[in-house]
Protein backbone atom coordinates (compact mmCIF):
# COMPACT_ATOMS: atom_id res chain seq x y z
CA UNK A 1 0.00 0.00 0.00
CA UNK A 2 1.15 3.52 -1.02
CA UNK A 3 1.16 6.40 1.34
CA UNK A 4 -2.02 7.19 2.42
CA UNK A 5 -3.41 11.35 2.88
CA UNK A 6 -7.00 12.20 3.40
CA UNK A 7 -9.15 14.86 2.42
CA UNK A 8 -11.94 16.92 3.40
CA UNK A 9 -14.81 15.41 0.56
CA UNK A 10 -18.08 17.08 2.27
CA UNK A 11 -18.95 19.93 4.35
CA UNK A 12 -22.46 21.16 5.99
CA UNK A 13 -23.27 23.84 8.56
CA UNK A 14 -26.65 24.42 9.80
CA UNK A 15 -27.53 27.49 12.13
CA UNK A 16 -30.70 28.03 14.03
CA UNK A 17 -32.85 30.68 12.37
CA UNK A 18 -33.51 32.62 15.77
CA UNK A 19 -30.81 35.98 15.71
CA UNK A 20 -30.35 37.47 18.84
CA UNK A 21 -28.75 41.02 18.14
CA UNK A 22 -26.73 43.03 20.28
CA UNK A 23 -29.45 45.68 20.93
CA UNK A 24 -31.53 42.29 21.69
CA UNK A 25 -28.90 41.48 24.24
CA UNK A 26 -28.68 45.09 25.94
CA UNK A 27 -32.51 44.69 26.99
CA UNK A 28 -31.54 41.44 29.06
CA UNK A 29 -27.92 42.50 30.66
CA UNK A 30 -26.52 46.51 31.44
CA UNK A 31 -24.71 46.49 28.11
CA UNK A 32 -24.66 47.73 24.55
CA UNK A 33 -24.20 47.44 20.63
CA UNK A 34 -21.27 49.73 20.73
CA UNK A 35 -19.20 48.04 23.57
CA UNK A 36 -19.91 44.25 22.35
CA UNK A 37 -19.22 45.52 18.56
CA UNK A 38 -15.97 47.43 19.50
CA UNK A 39 -14.77 44.81 21.64
CA UNK A 40 -15.56 41.85 19.99
CA UNK A 41 -16.66 42.39 16.85
CA UNK A 42 -19.69 40.48 17.02
CA UNK A 43 -23.03 41.87 16.18
CA UNK A 44 -25.63 39.17 16.46
CA UNK A 45 -25.23 35.10 17.08
CA UNK A 46 -28.00 32.11 16.26
CA UNK A 47 -29.71 30.83 19.45
CA UNK A 48 -31.56 27.26 19.30
CA UNK A 49 -35.35 27.35 19.88
CA UNK A 50 -36.55 24.84 22.79
CA UNK A 51 -36.96 21.97 20.47
CA UNK A 52 -33.48 21.97 18.66
CA UNK A 53 -30.82 20.47 20.65
CA UNK A 54 -26.91 19.25 19.92
CA UNK A 55 -27.65 16.00 18.31
CA UNK A 56 -30.66 17.73 16.32
CA UNK A 57 -27.98 20.23 14.88
CA UNK A 58 -25.59 18.15 14.70
CA UNK A 59 -27.64 15.75 12.39
CA UNK A 60 -28.68 18.09 9.74
CA UNK A 61 -24.83 19.51 9.62
CA UNK A 62 -23.39 15.91 8.81
CA UNK A 63 -26.41 15.50 6.21
CA UNK A 64 -25.54 18.19 4.64
CA UNK A 65 -22.54 17.32 4.24
CA UNK A 66 -22.95 13.70 3.73
CA UNK A 67 -24.68 14.72 0.47
CA UNK A 68 -21.86 17.02 -0.60
CA UNK A 69 -19.67 13.78 -0.46
CA UNK A 70 -21.57 11.61 -2.44
CA UNK A 71 -22.04 9.17 0.06
CA UNK A 72 -24.50 7.18 2.04
CA UNK A 73 -23.88 7.62 6.53
CA UNK A 74 -23.45 3.50 6.43
CA UNK A 75 -20.42 3.80 4.24
CA UNK A 76 -18.79 5.71 7.27
CA UNK A 77 -15.88 3.86 9.21
CA UNK A 78 -15.57 6.50 12.14
CA UNK A 79 -17.84 9.62 13.48
CA UNK A 80 -16.12 12.22 15.81
CA UNK A 81 -18.00 15.21 17.58
CA UNK A 82 -16.34 17.56 19.25
CA UNK A 83 -18.68 19.62 21.68
CA UNK A 84 -18.62 20.98 25.19
CA UNK A 85 -22.59 21.02 25.51
CA UNK A 86 -23.99 17.64 24.36
CA UNK A 87 -27.21 16.62 25.15
CA UNK A 88 -26.06 14.39 28.06
CA UNK A 89 -23.09 13.79 30.00
CA UNK A 90 -24.19 10.19 29.33
CA UNK A 91 -24.86 8.93 26.80
CA UNK A 92 -22.27 10.73 24.27
CA UNK A 93 -23.82 12.61 21.42
CA UNK A 94 -21.92 10.54 18.90
CA UNK A 95 -23.53 7.35 19.19
CA UNK A 96 -26.84 9.18 19.31
CA UNK A 97 -26.01 10.84 15.52
CA UNK A 98 -24.70 7.46 14.44
CA UNK A 99 -28.23 6.30 15.05
CA UNK A 100 -29.93 9.08 13.79
CA UNK A 101 -27.71 9.48 10.49
CA UNK A 102 -28.39 5.14 10.04
CA UNK A 103 -24.43 5.25 10.00
CA UNK A 104 -24.84 1.65 11.30
CA UNK A 105 -20.96 0.73 10.58
CA UNK A 106 -19.36 3.72 11.97
CA UNK A 107 -17.46 3.86 15.58
CA UNK A 108 -17.81 6.57 16.92
CA UNK A 109 -17.07 9.42 20.09
CA UNK A 110 -17.53 12.27 21.09
CA UNK A 111 -14.37 14.56 22.33
CA UNK A 112 -13.92 17.65 24.73
CA UNK A 113 -10.95 19.89 24.15
CA UNK A 114 -13.31 23.51 24.22
CA UNK A 115 -13.27 25.30 21.07
CA UNK A 116 -10.00 23.60 20.05
CA UNK A 117 -11.79 20.35 19.92
CA UNK A 118 -13.01 20.77 15.67
CA UNK A 119 -9.19 20.76 15.36
CA UNK A 120 -8.07 17.86 17.72
CA UNK A 121 -11.38 15.53 15.94
CA UNK A 122 -10.24 16.26 12.29
CA UNK A 123 -6.29 15.56 13.06
CA UNK A 124 -7.31 12.33 15.15
CA UNK A 125 -9.38 11.30 11.72
CA UNK A 126 -6.84 11.81 9.62
CA UNK A 127 -4.59 9.56 11.68
CA UNK A 128 -7.08 6.80 11.67
CA UNK A 129 -7.18 7.06 7.42
CA UNK A 130 -3.60 7.84 6.90
CA UNK A 131 -2.73 4.58 8.79
CA UNK A 132 -4.89 2.81 6.60
CA UNK A 133 -7.19 1.47 9.01
CA UNK A 134 -10.31 3.53 8.02
CA UNK A 135 -11.45 5.02 4.71
CA UNK A 136 -14.64 7.52 5.36
CA UNK A 137 -15.11 9.35 8.88
CA UNK A 138 -17.09 12.18 9.85
CA UNK A 139 -15.89 15.31 12.15
CA UNK A 140 -18.63 17.44 13.69
CA UNK A 141 -18.18 20.61 16.02
CA UNK A 142 -21.25 21.82 17.59
CA UNK A 143 -22.39 23.66 19.89
CA UNK A 144 -25.48 24.74 21.65
CA UNK A 145 -24.11 26.73 24.56
CA UNK A 146 -26.54 29.02 24.77
CA UNK A 147 -28.01 26.61 27.69
CA UNK A 148 -24.57 26.83 29.08
CA UNK A 149 -24.06 30.59 29.20
CA UNK A 150 -25.59 32.71 32.14
CA UNK A 151 -28.14 35.46 30.78
CA UNK A 152 -27.17 37.51 33.65
CA UNK A 153 -23.92 37.51 33.38
CA UNK A 154 -22.80 40.38 30.91
CA UNK A 155 -19.39 39.41 30.49
CA UNK A 156 -19.84 35.61 28.88
CA UNK A 157 -23.71 36.17 27.58
CA UNK A 158 -22.61 38.50 24.88
CA UNK A 159 -19.67 36.17 23.27
CA UNK A 160 -21.56 33.00 22.37
CA UNK A 161 -23.91 31.46 19.92
CA UNK A 162 -25.00 27.80 18.42
CA UNK A 163 -24.86 26.06 15.46
CA UNK A 164 -22.49 22.76 14.05
CA UNK A 165 -20.66 22.54 11.16
CA UNK A 166 -19.53 18.99 9.70
CA UNK A 167 -16.97 17.42 7.37
CA UNK A 168 -16.70 14.22 5.86
CA UNK A 169 -12.53 12.83 5.59
CA UNK A 170 -11.75 10.77 2.76
CA UNK A 171 -8.21 8.28 2.42
CA UNK A 172 -6.85 8.88 -0.77
CA UNK A 173 -3.99 7.83 -2.58
CA UNK A 174 -3.57 11.41 -3.85
CA UNK A 175 -1.15 13.49 -2.56
CA UNK A 176 -3.70 16.11 -1.23
CA UNK A 177 -5.51 17.08 2.22
CA UNK A 178 -4.21 17.23 5.42
CA UNK A 179 -0.69 18.11 5.45
CA UNK A 180 0.25 19.11 9.23
CA UNK A 181 -1.04 19.73 12.20
CA UNK A 182 0.19 20.80 16.06
CA UNK A 183 -2.07 20.12 18.69
CA UNK A 184 -1.39 21.66 22.48
CA UNK A 185 -3.00 21.95 25.77
CA UNK A 186 -2.02 23.82 29.04
CA UNK A 187 -4.69 22.81 32.22
CA UNK A 188 -2.57 25.21 34.31
CA UNK A 189 -5.27 27.48 32.73
CA UNK A 190 -8.27 25.51 33.59
CA UNK A 191 -9.90 27.59 35.37
CA UNK A 192 -9.75 30.60 32.91
CA UNK A 193 -12.52 28.81 31.14
CA UNK A 194 -14.78 26.38 33.28
CA UNK A 195 -18.45 25.42 34.21
CA UNK A 196 -17.15 24.31 38.01
CA UNK A 197 -20.82 22.45 38.49
CA UNK A 198 -23.00 19.55 37.22
CA UNK A 199 -19.55 17.52 36.65
CA UNK A 200 -18.35 14.61 39.77
CA UNK A 201 -16.32 17.37 41.81
CA UNK A 202 -19.31 19.58 42.19
CA UNK A 203 -22.44 17.49 41.25
CA UNK A 204 -25.41 19.29 40.95
CA UNK A 205 -27.07 20.25 44.04
CA UNK A 206 -29.10 23.36 45.11
CA UNK A 207 -25.97 25.17 46.72
CA UNK A 208 -24.30 24.61 42.78
CA UNK A 209 -27.65 26.14 41.47
CA UNK A 210 -27.76 29.06 43.91
CA UNK A 211 -24.06 29.64 42.77
CA UNK A 212 -24.89 29.87 39.22
CA UNK A 213 -22.22 26.96 38.99
CA UNK A 214 -23.80 25.55 36.24
CA UNK A 215 -22.69 28.28 33.82
CA UNK A 216 -20.15 29.43 31.88
CA UNK A 217 -17.75 31.34 33.99
CA UNK A 218 -14.49 32.84 32.18
CA UNK A 219 -11.69 35.09 33.31
CA UNK A 220 -11.96 37.38 29.79
CA UNK A 221 -8.44 38.71 30.00
CA UNK A 222 -6.45 35.53 30.87
CA UNK A 223 -8.31 33.95 27.75
CA UNK A 224 -7.85 36.77 25.89
CA UNK A 225 -3.81 36.91 26.65
CA UNK A 226 -3.14 33.15 26.17
CA UNK A 227 -5.46 33.25 23.06
CA UNK A 228 -2.90 36.37 21.68
CA UNK A 229 0.51 34.19 22.96
CA UNK A 230 -0.55 30.71 21.41
CA UNK A 231 -2.25 31.67 18.09
CA UNK A 232 0.32 32.71 15.92
CA UNK A 233 2.67 30.42 17.18
CA UNK A 234 0.56 27.32 16.67
CA UNK A 235 -0.20 28.78 13.06
CA UNK A 236 2.91 28.87 12.30
CA UNK A 237 4.49 25.56 13.35
CA UNK A 238 1.99 24.28 12.10
CA UNK A 239 2.68 25.55 8.27
CA UNK A 240 6.02 25.05 8.90
CA UNK A 241 5.38 21.23 9.77
CA UNK A 242 3.27 20.98 6.81
CA UNK A 243 6.19 21.93 4.45
CA UNK A 244 4.91 25.14 3.79
CA UNK A 245 5.23 29.19 4.18
CA UNK A 246 3.18 31.68 5.26
CA UNK A 247 2.98 32.62 2.02
CA UNK A 248 1.48 29.78 0.45
CA UNK A 249 -1.35 29.44 2.37
CA UNK A 250 -4.31 31.30 0.43
CA UNK A 251 -7.25 31.08 2.91
CA UNK A 252 -6.89 31.36 6.92
CA UNK A 253 -9.96 29.91 8.62
CA UNK A 254 -9.69 30.61 12.21
CA UNK A 255 -11.70 29.64 15.43
CA UNK A 256 -14.29 33.16 15.39
CA UNK A 257 -13.56 33.93 19.18
CA UNK A 258 -12.72 37.42 18.86
CA UNK A 259 -12.19 39.72 16.32
CA UNK A 260 -9.35 41.76 17.89
CA UNK A 261 -7.69 38.76 19.02
CA UNK A 262 -7.83 37.56 15.17
CA UNK A 263 -6.77 41.19 14.21
CA UNK A 264 -3.29 40.70 16.58
CA UNK A 265 -3.16 37.25 15.31
CA UNK A 266 -2.88 38.42 11.93
CA UNK A 267 -0.51 41.79 12.59
CA UNK A 268 1.60 39.20 14.40
CA UNK A 269 2.08 36.99 11.69
CA UNK A 270 2.46 39.43 8.85
CA UNK A 271 -0.98 38.11 7.59
CA UNK A 272 -2.96 40.41 5.00
CA UNK A 273 -6.43 40.56 6.37
CA UNK A 274 -7.84 39.50 3.25
CA UNK A 275 -6.53 36.29 3.53
CA UNK A 276 -8.44 35.81 6.88
CA UNK A 277 -11.68 34.31 6.56
CA UNK A 278 -13.96 35.80 9.20
CA UNK A 279 -17.80 35.71 9.86
CA UNK A 280 -17.75 36.22 13.69
CA UNK A 281 -20.14 39.54 13.35
CA UNK A 282 -23.27 37.25 12.22
CA UNK A 283 -22.31 34.04 14.59
CA UNK A 284 -20.57 35.00 17.69
CA UNK A 285 -18.59 32.71 19.34
CA UNK A 286 -19.68 28.81 18.28
CA UNK A 287 -16.84 27.15 20.46
CA UNK A 288 -16.13 23.94 18.50
CA UNK A 289 -18.62 24.29 15.86
CA UNK A 290 -16.91 28.03 14.34
CA UNK A 291 -14.03 26.61 12.20
CA UNK A 292 -16.28 24.02 10.28
CA UNK A 293 -19.09 26.85 9.85
CA UNK A 294 -16.83 29.35 8.46
CA UNK A 295 -14.77 26.76 6.35
CA UNK A 296 -18.01 25.60 4.67
CA UNK A 297 -19.30 29.29 3.78
CA UNK A 298 -15.75 29.94 2.49
CA UNK A 299 -16.35 27.07 0.23
CA UNK A 300 -19.49 28.58 -0.82
CA UNK A 301 -18.58 31.32 -1.36
CA UNK A 302 -15.71 30.19 -3.69
CA UNK A 303 -12.51 31.18 -1.42
CA UNK A 304 -11.20 27.39 -2.01
CA UNK A 305 -10.19 26.22 -5.18
CA UNK A 306 -8.19 22.96 -6.10
CA UNK A 307 -4.72 23.32 -5.15
CA UNK A 308 -5.14 26.07 -2.47
CA UNK A 309 -3.86 25.47 0.77
CA UNK A 310 -5.81 26.55 4.23
CA UNK A 311 -4.30 26.62 7.86
CA UNK A 312 -6.82 26.13 10.39
CA UNK A 313 -6.06 27.72 14.07
CA UNK A 314 -8.08 27.59 17.44
CA UNK A 315 -7.72 28.07 21.21
CA UNK A 316 -10.27 27.14 23.80
CA UNK A 317 -11.00 25.67 26.97
CA UNK A 318 -9.04 23.12 28.91
CA UNK A 319 -6.77 25.57 27.83
CA UNK A 320 -6.04 24.04 24.82
CA UNK A 321 -4.62 24.97 21.18
CA UNK A 322 -3.92 23.80 17.89
CA UNK A 323 -3.51 24.42 14.50
CA UNK A 324 -3.71 22.19 10.94
CA UNK A 325 -2.94 23.35 7.87
CA UNK A 326 -4.69 21.27 4.25
CA UNK A 327 -4.15 21.40 0.67
CA UNK A 328 -7.88 21.79 -0.66
CA UNK A 329 -9.22 19.17 -3.69
CA UNK A 330 -8.95 16.24 -4.72
CA UNK A 331 -5.31 16.54 -5.86
CA UNK A 332 -3.02 15.49 -8.63
CA UNK A 333 -3.72 11.88 -10.17
CA UNK A 334 -1.32 9.43 -9.30
CA UNK A 335 1.27 6.96 -11.25
CA UNK A 336 -1.15 4.42 -11.15
CA UNK A 337 -4.52 6.37 -12.20
CA UNK A 338 -2.23 7.40 -14.87
CA UNK A 339 -0.29 4.87 -16.56
CA UNK A 340 -2.30 2.07 -15.01
CA UNK A 341 -0.92 -0.68 -12.49
CA UNK A 342 2.18 -1.48 -15.47
CA UNK A 343 5.04 0.83 -15.28
CA UNK A 344 5.47 2.80 -18.27
CA UNK A 345 8.73 1.83 -20.54
CA UNK A 346 9.98 5.25 -20.04
CA UNK A 347 13.82 5.51 -20.89
CA UNK A 348 16.13 4.47 -17.34
CA UNK A 349 18.08 7.59 -18.36
CA UNK A 350 14.32 9.38 -17.59
CA UNK A 351 13.38 7.63 -14.95
CA UNK A 352 17.02 8.23 -13.24
CA UNK A 353 17.03 11.67 -13.69
CA UNK A 354 13.25 12.21 -12.28
CA UNK A 355 14.50 10.25 -9.23
CA UNK A 356 17.70 12.75 -8.94
CA UNK A 357 15.79 15.85 -9.02
CA UNK A 358 13.23 14.88 -7.02
CA UNK A 359 15.54 13.67 -4.20
CA UNK A 360 17.44 17.29 -4.55
CA UNK A 361 14.18 19.01 -3.76
CA UNK A 362 14.49 19.32 -0.20
CA UNK A 363 10.97 18.48 1.05
CA UNK A 364 8.88 17.54 3.95
CA UNK A 365 5.99 16.31 2.51
CA UNK A 366 4.66 15.62 -0.54
CA UNK A 367 2.54 18.34 -0.77
CA UNK A 368 5.39 20.37 -2.51
CA UNK A 369 6.14 17.89 -5.18
CA UNK A 370 4.93 18.63 -8.69
CA UNK A 371 2.13 16.62 -10.19
CA UNK A 372 4.93 15.68 -13.17
CA UNK A 373 7.51 14.64 -10.57
CA UNK A 374 5.56 12.93 -8.33
CA UNK A 375 4.37 9.74 -10.52
CA UNK A 376 7.59 9.59 -12.64
CA UNK A 377 9.43 9.65 -9.55
CA UNK A 378 7.59 6.49 -7.91
CA UNK A 379 7.48 4.97 -11.14
CA UNK A 380 11.37 4.99 -11.24
CA UNK A 381 11.53 3.76 -7.44
CA UNK A 382 8.86 0.69 -8.87
CA UNK A 383 11.57 -0.07 -11.59
CA UNK A 384 14.37 -0.05 -9.42
CA UNK A 385 12.55 -2.27 -7.09
CA UNK A 386 11.84 -4.91 -9.72
CA UNK A 387 15.47 -4.37 -11.15
CA UNK A 388 16.79 -5.44 -7.55
CA UNK A 389 14.28 -8.33 -7.36
CA UNK A 390 14.80 -9.81 -10.44
CA UNK A 391 11.18 -9.70 -11.56
N1 LIG B 1 -21.00 45.22 28.20
C1 LIG B 1 -20.50 46.31 28.82
N2 LIG B 1 -19.46 46.28 29.65
C2 LIG B 1 -18.89 45.09 29.86
C3 LIG B 1 -19.33 43.92 29.27
C4 LIG B 1 -20.44 44.01 28.41
N3 LIG B 1 -20.94 42.93 27.78
N4 LIG B 1 -18.56 42.90 29.68
C5 LIG B 1 -17.65 43.41 30.49
N5 LIG B 1 -17.85 44.74 30.62
C6 LIG B 1 -17.10 45.69 31.41
C7 LIG B 1 -16.35 45.06 32.53
O1 LIG B 1 -17.19 44.90 33.65
C8 LIG B 1 -15.27 46.07 32.79
O2 LIG B 1 -15.80 47.10 33.55
P1 LIG B 1 -14.92 47.77 34.72
O3 LIG B 1 -13.74 48.37 34.03
O4 LIG B 1 -15.87 48.77 35.28
O5 LIG B 1 -14.59 46.65 35.63
C9 LIG B 1 -14.96 46.61 31.39
O6 LIG B 1 -16.11 46.28 30.58
C10 LIG B 1 -13.73 46.05 30.75
O7 LIG B 1 -13.75 44.64 30.92
P2 LIG B 1 -12.62 43.75 30.33
O8 LIG B 1 -12.80 42.34 30.76
O9 LIG B 1 -11.29 44.41 30.60
O10 LIG B 1 -12.91 43.88 28.77
P3 LIG B 1 -12.03 43.36 27.60
O11 LIG B 1 -11.62 44.47 26.73
O12 LIG B 1 -10.97 42.40 28.06
O13 LIG B 1 -13.08 42.50 26.75
C11 LIG B 1 -13.78 40.23 26.46
C12 LIG B 1 -13.75 41.43 27.39
C13 LIG B 1 -14.55 40.62 25.20
C14 LIG B 1 -14.49 39.09 27.15
C15 LIG B 1 -12.33 39.84 26.07
O14 LIG B 1 -11.55 39.75 27.24
C16 LIG B 1 -12.26 38.53 25.34
O15 LIG B 1 -12.74 38.40 24.22
N6 LIG B 1 -11.59 37.52 25.92
C17 LIG B 1 -11.48 36.21 25.27
C18 LIG B 1 -12.72 35.45 25.56
C19 LIG B 1 -12.85 34.21 24.70
O16 LIG B 1 -12.41 34.18 23.58
N7 LIG B 1 -13.51 33.19 25.26
C20 LIG B 1 -13.82 32.01 24.53
C21 LIG B 1 -12.71 31.03 24.52
S1 LIG B 1 -13.02 29.73 23.49
C22 LIG B 1 -13.84 28.41 24.23
O17 LIG B 1 -13.29 27.39 24.49
C23 LIG B 1 -15.29 28.52 24.53
Same mark, same amino acid.
Request: no cysteine; charged share 20%; hydrophobic share 40%.
Given at each position: MGQRFSRISGWGRYAPAQILTNDDIAEIVDTSDEWITS? !????????????? *? *?????? *?? /??????????PADNLDLI??? !? /? /?????? %??? /????QHALGASRAAAFELRAGCTGFLYGLSTAHQFLATGTYRRALVVGVELISRAVDWQDRNTCVLFGDGAGAVVLEATERPTGVLGFVLGSDGAGAEALIVPGGGSRQPLSSTVLAERGQFIHMDGQAVFKFAVRTMGRALLEAVECSGLQLDDIDLFVPHQANQRILELAARQCGIPWE???VNIARYGNTSAASIPIALSEAVEEGRLQEGNHIAMVSFGAGLTWGALALRWG?? %??? *??EVFGRQPLHLPQRVLRSARTSVQKVRIQTTSRLSPLLLPLYAMSRRVRKEEKTGE
Open positions: R !TGIRERRIAEPHE *T *TLTMAQ *TA /SERALAVAGIIVA !T /S /SPDYLL %PPV /SSMLKMYEG %PAT *TE
